[in-house]
């Protein structure tokens, strides 16, 4: 993620208020989640690296497609401001969350800054209070200068989630939002970044959801992403939700493969020049149909080829004057330096807070390590290899009724009865409704049986969740040193370990 990190004044009295706090800590927490991956002993302690902090689940947009709101019924049920998340219980997670975690997501079923700027602006005080990076998806209709002020400055990643790189097609996909609008707020936003490059690093990425409406875009997103000075796209294809978007059949993938692959080609080919990264499903190639099976309905937005041999290139369909994107931007980065000025070094007794706790966690890891340091050893002289996760003891997405999920695509714990939300994807156990976040800490929950069980299915087999999931990955042994390594508390001499407390 790139964090700049300054052990030599973590504990000094006085710490500068650009000092990251609780590095060390994060350190510590890193070191015992790989050698929990890589023992698999579940007695182990360890605490979520990334913090998901589902802020809220409305979003401003209406995309047809979307399964959160795309149609009316889901509409109804997610875009409900009771279930955004208040700054009381924000704070508490934090509290006990961020301290260890790197990174910070916020909400990843609505659109996140679809918040007071309070309240946004408290989530990023908390990300900056315990050291934490943050990572932010977002459609970028709401994304305005003032956001972008202390937006920045915590800011690991930053997702744009655009599916469609003109006008007609854009306004079609993404209903309610209007894509010189759209364009303007990230062309200024990146301009920022660009201008701050020697103060922060925020990586950004463009993401593509690809369906029938939209795949001619493809070439002419990579067009956009040169524009806007990002260096990475990523592709998906949509899913049609054929319960609530059965009208949409048209615009999946599956009748529009000969086209895919021809705008891949060429999109792929653009980027190469361009030194893009686009990161997108492979061909059909062979298997694809041709001649193309006809949708079984209207697409989204259908335009005739002239459209497309006629279209003005993107600057000049945008017409933006770069003095006026240079000068917002500039007002942007004036504005967070002097944020930055008049910051104040943290107290003493958030120092002591930070050293006591990371001392009780380092002698944690002192433990583990004494006791699996041959094993861990062998494991290595042996050069084996098993099946990884990286969600696994890593992971903590966590919604305002204090329901969480360990994955992506694990079900929802917590208070059942108090949560119909993603109800039909819990499997039910005996002690389901005994840890919600509402009731007990992260470090509680974290550890609770309920999850070891859960991580434990991973390692038996026995997981419905995990059985056809992209993240299981069969990972050699080189992976495994890679992660004892980055956390920089282990180090490797020889075929010998070496627990590095001191930091040396």
Known sequence: MGMNIFFKSLFADKVAADTPPYQRLKRVNAALVAIRKLTRDLTIPVMPKTVVLTNTQMCNLKCPYCGSHGSPEVKALYHDKSKNMELAFMEKLAGEALPHAENVWLSLIGEPLMTTVENLEAYVHQCRKFGARMTVSTNAGLLSEDKMVFLLPVLAEIHFSLDGASAPIFDACRLGAQFGKVIRN??????????????????????????????????????????????RIQVNFVHINMEHQNALRGDSMTFHQSTYDRMREQALSLAEGYGIVVVCPPPFGETATSPEIPPPGPLMVELPDSYFQTRPDVETELGFDPDEIHARASQVVTAIRQRRRAEKARSAADIRHEKALTRQWEKVLEQAFAKHKDGMEQFFTQAS??????????????????????????????????????????????????????RQTVTDAFQSSLCTSFVRSFDEGTNPSCTHCSARTLRESGYFRETLESSDMIRFEGTQLRLALSGE
Request: include cysteine; proline fraction near 3%; aromatic fraction near 8%.
């Open 385 to 438: 290899s098993m099946q990884e996760c990286w969600y696994l003891d890593s992971y903590l997405d966590v919604r305002n009724d204090g329901d969480f999920r360990l994955c992506c695509n694990g079900p929802t714990m917590g208070d059942v009865t108090a949560s119909p939300h993603f109800r039909e994807r819990i499997a039910v156990a005996a002690d389901v409704a005994a840890v919600t976040l509402r």
């Open 186 to 231: 990230i062309k200024i936003m990146t301009e920022a970044i660009r201008l701050l490059s020697d103060d922060i690093r925020v990586d950004s990425r463009i993401v593509f959801t690809l369906c029938g409406s939209n795949v001619r875009d493809f070439p002419r997103m990579v067009e956009l992403s040169r524009f806007l000075g990002i260096k």
